[in-house]
């Protein structure tokens, strides 16, 4: 019969990730090398290189920070202890967003409908807000209506103020007739840009009308170097440059009307831009690699050539 006595085993403690107290930072370099049995160097060196080589080494470390305890702490990490038993927190952040969000989508369709021509019904609802507020203050307030109020109230304001008309589509619209017959009286968009080239029309000598209308966004007309321009714009908020002139600001209404020696066709612009820009040129803006400026984009020498001689 064996006696000999059997000394009783240590249970061994499993592994634990923790931060470690010798540290540089927060100790997650540390902590790693510990675990692995590794020199925390080799970690250190490759949370630094994921932060150079994309951003990644920093999320990781945050992450760690957050969500490993340091070693020797008997409480739990931060992200945890948060998702534990800060649920209050978390509420009150999903409500906070959830109204940022509401009314940044309130904000969008109250500058739509304004520019469509339903201002009428975006003041209705901000009267509605204005009176709830009212309402809701002999009841402990509802303070948080003021956010959807201002972001109805403000984008209608701008629009209306603007003058800004989106009747006429959104997006990209470029037009290039090439014959008199093809040019329209009036080219109109929304939102967005519109480009209509005239360099292949030959107009003949003479006045020729064009409309030119957009709500938000840049008008580009780009001209035959033989026409004389005049131009009358308005701009509810924005910049308008034609050939050799511009103008910028808020509520512009400009004009440049030189007179056209007999015999040079002469093209009358009419533009209306709510927000944006309206540029005339006789070659497209990026030609050169650049934006429009006075002179470099045509300087209108049509209107100021002599007669001939007889």
């Given at each position: 019969?064996d006696?000999?006595?059997?000394?009783?085993?240590?249970?061994?403690?499993?592994?634990?990730?923790?931060?470690?107290?010798?540290?540089?930072?927060?100790?997650?370099?540390?902590?790693?090398?510990?675990?692995?049995?590794?020199?925390?160097?080799?970690?250190?060196?490759?949370?630094?290189?994921?932060?150079?080589?994309?951003?990644?080494?920093f999320?990781?470390?945050?992450?760690?920070?957050?969500?490993?305890?340091?070693?020797?702490?008997?409480?739990?990490?931060?992200?945890?202890?948060?998702?534990?038993?800060?649920?209050?927190?978390?509420?009150?952040?999903?409500?906070?967003?959830?109204?940022?969000?509401?009314?940044?989508?309130a904000?969008v369709?109250?500058?739509?409908a304004?520019?469509?021509?339903?201002?009428?019904?975006?003041?209705?609802?901000?009267?509605?807000?204005?009176?709830?507020?009212?309402?809701?203050?002999?009841?402990?307030?509802a303070?948080?209506?003021?956010?959807?109020?201002?972001?109805?109230?403000?984008?209608?304001?701008?629009?209306?103020a603007?003058?800004?008309?989106?009747?006429g589509?959104?997006?990209?619209?470029?037009?290039?007739p090439?014959?008199?017959?093809?040019?329209?009286?009036?080219?109109?968009?929304?939102?967005?840009?519109?480009?209509?080239?005239?360099?292949?029309?030959?107009?003949?000598?003479?006045?020729?009308?064009?409309?030119?209308?957009?709500?938000?966004?840049?008008?580009?007309?780009?001209?035959?170097?033989?026409?004389?321009?005049?131009?009358?714009?308005?701009?509810?908020?924005?910049?308008?440059?034609?050939?050799?002139?511009?103008?910028?600001?808020a509520?512009?209404d400009?004009?440049?009307?030189?007179?056209?020696?007999?015999?040079v066709?002469?093209?009358?612009?009419?533009?209306?831009v709510?927000?944006?820009?309206?540029?005339?040129?006789?070659?497209?803006?990026?030609?050169?690699?650049?934006g429009?400026?006075?002179?470099?984009?045509?300087?209108?020498?049509?209107?100021?050539?002599?007669?001939?001689?007889?």
């Amino acid at each position: 019969m064996d006696t000999t006595e059997q000394t009783p085993q240590t249970p061994v403690e499993p592994r634990r990730l923790t931060r470690s107290r010798e540290r540089i930072l927060g100790g997650v370099g540390g902590g790693l090398g510990r675990y692995f049995g590794i020199d925390p160097i080799i970690f250190r060196i490759g949370l630094v290189a994921l932060f150079v080589f994309g951003g990644a080494g920093f999320f990781i470390y945050i992450a760690a920070l957050l969500f490993v305890p340091m070693e020797g702490s008997s409480k739990p990490a931060v992200g945890v202890r948060l998702f534990r038993g800060d649920r209050a927190v978390l509420k009150r952040f999903g409500l906070i967003s959830a109204v940022v969000v509401g009314s940044a989508l309130a904000a969008v369709g109250s500058a739509w409908a304004t520019g469509m021509g339903a201002g009428t019904i975006v003041a209705a609802v901000v009267i509605l807000l204005g009176l709830a507020l009212v309402a809701l203050a002999f009841r402990g307030g509802a303070r948080w209506l003021i956010l959807p109020a201002l972001a109805i109230a403000f984008p209608a304001g701008v629009v209306s103020a603007a003058d800004v008309d989106l009747h006429g589509g959104t997006g990209e619209r470029q037009y290039a007739p090439r014959t008199v017959s093809e040019v329209r009286d009036s080219y109109r968009l929304g939102m967005g840009h519109l480009e209509v080239d005239l360099r292949d029309v030959r107009f003949p000598a003479g006045s020729h009308p064009l409309e030119l209308r957009l709500g938000v966004g840049q008008i580009e007309l780009i001209v035959p170097k033989d026409v004389c321009v005049t131009t009358k714009a308005r701009i509810g908020a924005g910049y308008v440059g034609a050939l050799d002139r511009e103008s910028a600001g808020a509520d512009v209404d400009w004009s440049n009307e030189p007179a056209s020696p007999a015999g040079v066709p002469r093209l009358v612009v009419d533009g209306d831009v709510g927000l944006g820009a309206m540029m005339i040129t006789d070659r497209p803006l990026n030609a050169d690699g650049g934006g429009f400026k006075p002179g470099r984009n045509g300087t209108n020498d049509a209107c100021r050539r002599a007669e001939p001689a007889r």
